[in-house]
């Protein structure tokens, strides 16, 4: 493993690697930091074009000790695929959606699990809690009960049905919550308070699921013959796929096997729950907390992430936006790209429609941009809004 310690983004304090982490003291989320140089003499994109599809690929940038041995379920290495017809509609003639309704558990939050969960385990771990918008939790239930672990999964009752009844297939201990996810933390918080066997795995508050999302940017990468696109769009909640993209670009970028050029980075919110564009409108660094939000976009009601800085600073640094899509608007392009692609999206995937669709009218979006949005889960997941 060429893991070798974590590091805090804000006060720049290193912690060990080998131990369970949560925030550093200064109450920012904590990065998982490599031998790069080691990495590189080890391995080469060669070697990697070679192994399995799935996301253990990329394992010697993960930390995992024994890859081998994770709780697979087959995840990652999901396609990434040209909608020219789509793409003629809105102007961008070069976009391309990266399919992650593919994954176990119909989301990408498979890649956070698979990895946040093999890492937990070899830890000690035997008891992940977390609170969640739906997908996480069913995702981390389930490779919870894969690696053999309890779970408590915290969850509003708003979250897609088949969420909760994913999480008690896979033998977690649910709590729904009349609230939002926000609420649900503090449940999780009163539980951990109380049970000190248990370990916290909210979002960010473990540094290793955003490793697991970081193979979204390490695939498209590789998808493209390894190279950035111009723009990848991203639905964005809690942050952490974003703040994984970013990780991978940079890493990709130490070890030399891409070159200097950043893809910009486009954070998409719902107009009902906007905290990270109305902070990157105001040249804020911090986000003020989002009062009563509300979007058919579930996975991106996120009224107060604590990733905040980390998805502003990302999105600055890569020359990109932040922008907020209305839920009309995002059902449409939905309806649309099925219509044009015969591939069913989540409203979380459709809103990076929309802001694509938008971004090209205002000329933020050239003609010849090529343009990835992330679909996050599958459409499937939502037959009620469907
Ligand atoms: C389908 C879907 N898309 C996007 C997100 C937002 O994820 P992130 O925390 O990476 O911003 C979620 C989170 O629940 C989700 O379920
Ligand atoms: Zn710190």
Known sequence: MFLTHLECPRCRATHPADRQQNLCPCGSPLLARYDLAAVAAAVTPDTIRTRPANLWRYGELLPVEDPANAPTLGEGWTPLTAATRYGRRIGVRRLMVKDEGLLPTGSFKARGAAVGVARA????????????????????????????????????????????????????????????????????????????????????????????????????????????????IYPTGGGVGLIGIAKAIAELRALG?????????????????????????????????????????????????????????????????????????????????????????????????????????????????????LNTGAGLKYPDLL
């Not at 509003?156 to 088949?162: D, F, K, M, V, W």
């Not at 201990?173 to 370990?199: N, P």
């Not at 980075?265 to 660094?285: D, T």
């Not at 899509?325 to 219509?339: C, G, K, N, P, Y």
């Open 121 to 232: 385990r070899e830890l000690g771990v035997t008891h992940v809690a977390m609170p969640t918008n739906g997908n996480a939790g069913a995702a981390w239930a389930t490779y919870a009960a894969r690696a053999g672990l309890r779970s408590t999964i915290a969850m509003p009752l708003g979250a897609p049905l088949i969420t909760r009844q994913e999480c008690l297939a896979a033998g977690a201990d649910l709590r729904l919550v009349d609230g939002l996810i926000s609420d649900a933390g503090k449940q999780i918080a009163a539980l951990l308070a109380e049970d000190a066997t248990i370990f916290d795995a909210s979002t960010l508050k473990e540094p290793y699921r955003v490793e697991g999302k970081k193979t979204m940017g390490l695939e498209i990468v590789e998808q493209l013959g390894w190279r950035v696109p111009d723009v990848i």
């Open 257 to 373: 096997w891409i070159g200097e050029k950043h893809p910009r980075l486009v954070a998409v919110q719902s107009s009902g729950c906007a905290p990270i564009v109305r902070a990157f409108a105001a040249g804020e660094s911090r986000a003020q907390p989002w009062i009563d939000a509300h979007t058919v976009a579930f996975g991106i009601t996120v009224p107060s992430p604590i990733g905040d800085e980390l998805i502003l600073d990302a999105v600055r640094a890569s020359g990109g936006t932040a922008l907020a899509v209305d839920d009309d608007e995002l059902l449409r392009d939905l309806r649309d790209f099925a219509h044009d692609e015969g591939l069913l999206l989540c409203p979380e995937g459709a809103a990076g429609l929309t802001a694509a669709r938008k971004l090209h009218t205002t000329g933020w979006l050239s003609a010849e941009d090529e343009v990835v949005v």
